[in-house]
């Protein structure tokens, strides 16, 4: 029997004709995709209790300025995550602890040391305790994202997880130690990732060799295939003649994904 399918603007999956939410990231397919005159486009409002369903599990979305990840574990799947953005869990829930690689490097540019896990079946909820969006990125497989430090909120167990360095930022953001990224990386099978952005979240594709300049603090997430320049521009004459602007070049092809509210750490912050 023919079914028609309908196609999710914001991750590209395809779900039956009168499906309400996309299954895989929570988008309301009944929305317009929208892009702004120079190329924007919002993160999607995912409606208050959207279901988003991966390998076995399913992600439960629940409020709307402080949204929480309510996730309903499979007994075969397994979430990480920094572990205070952990707001409750089931008692038989278990929770154990990642191993990840760079210990001493992470402790030095304020990044968590220590990632957690926690194995189904069971429930378990997670907040960034901060006003926000949530935004759902499932990774396909041979997906390679970058993302800002302390921006993810948890993501699923068969996604890698490692970390970059961009360098150039020194004294701009973390205290002299430049600016640390976070990269999750799908191999054969997919993945469900979700972050945190401060204020609304916004994403644009770049085509191949178009850049743009972001002001650092706005920086949110990046395919890998886009690069990520460090260029200082000078404002104005006269008395702030040396003063000199930090900007991040982006240059395609690849998408980007900026918060609007700009969130600036100190060396050190948790």
């Known amino acids: 029997m023919d079914v028609t399918m309908v196609k999710c603007s914001w991750c590209g999956a ?107 079946p069971g429930h378990i909820a997670f907040s960034r305790d901060a006003s926000g969006e949530l935004v759902v990125l499932p990774l396909h497989p041979g997906m390679e994202l970058d993302v800002r430090e302390h921006a993810f909120v948890l993501a699923s167990h068969v996604i890698e997880y490692s970390f970059v360095r961009i360098k150039g930022l020194a004294n701009l953001i973390f205290g002299g130690e430049g600016m640390f990224m976070d990269r999750f990386v799908t191999t054969s099978a997919p993945g469900m990732l979700i972050l945190h952005g401060y204020g609304n979240v916004f994403q644009r594709m770049l085509k191949p060799g178009e850049s743009i300049l972001l002001e650092p603090g706005g920086f949110l997430y990046k395919d890998s295939s886009v690069q990520m320049d460090i260029e200082f521009a000078k404002v104005g004459g006269g008395i702030l003649a040396s003063h000199r602007m930090a900007l991040a070049r982006m240059t395609g092809p690849g998408r980007v994904g900026i918060q609007s509210m700009y969130h600036h750490m100190n060396a050190g912050e948790k």
Do not use: Y
Not at 55 to 73: K, N, R
Not at 77 to 88: G, N, R
Not at 104 to 120: D, E, H, N, Y
């Open 14 to 120: 395809q779900s039956p004709l009168g499906t309400t939410n996309c299954p895989s990231c929570g988008a309301p397919l009944d929305a317009r995709h929208i892009v702004s005159d120079s190329g924007w486009s919002a993160a999607p409002r995912i409606r208050n209790f959207t279901k988003i369903h991966f390998g076995g599990s399913v992600c439960q979305v629940e409020g709307h300025t402080v949204p929480v990840a309510d996730i309903s574990l499979g007994p075969q799947d397994s979430v990480f995550f920094e572990p205070h953005v952990m707001l409750w869990k089931d008692p038989a829930l278990h929770i154990g602890n990642k191993p990840i690689a760079g210990g001493i490097k992470r402790v030095l540019a304020g990044m968590p040391f220590a990632i957690s896990s926690a194995a189904g």
